[in-house]
Nanobody, 129 residues
Framework: QVQLVESGGGLVQPGGSLRLSCKVS????????IGWFRQVPGKEREGVAC????????YYGDSVKDRFTLSRDIDKNTVYLQMNSLKPEDTGVYYC??????????????????????WGQGTQVTVSS
């Protein structure tokens, strides 16, 4: 069963940091690439950072490179997004999403296009002074 539950959002000042957590089922961790996506009103959901099922592929959106870091703890069935040097334009609802992948698939194109069919409920991140 696919399960993804986000937590860790909140209000932070520009330049601050937040860490988001995505708790997934064991099934999801074993068979899915997992990523973080964000959406703001009036815009399409965009890929922020993703990791492939086997862990060999990582994707970061251009706007978050060198500021955000994705990691996962397989034992805890959790994927994290460490967000540093936050900017007001990082504001949005952050979703955790899963993409079913075969083990040998290292592609991350699904992340950039947000080609995802399994989503968490989302967590709000607001960057404002």
């Amino acid at each position: 069963q696919v399960q993804l539950v986000e937590s860790g959002g909140g209000l932070v000042q520009p330049g601050g940091s937040l860490r988001l957590s995505c708790k997934v089922s064991r099934f999801t961790m074993n068979y899915y690439g997992i990523g973080w996506f964000r959406q703001v009103p009036g815009k399409e959901r965009e890929g922020v950072a993703c990791i492939t099922r086997a862990g060999g592929g990582l994707y970061y959106g251009d706007s978050v490179k060198d500021r955000f870091t994705l990691s996962r703890d397989i034992d805890k069935n959790t994927v994290y997004l460490q967000m540093n040097s936050l900017k007001p334009e990082d504001t949005g609802v952050y979703y955790c999403g899963g993409k079913r992948q075969i083990l040998s698939d290292s592609s991350t194109t699904w992340c950039a296009s947000a080609e995802i069919y399994d989503w968490g409920q989302g967590t709000q991140v607001t960057v404002s002074s």
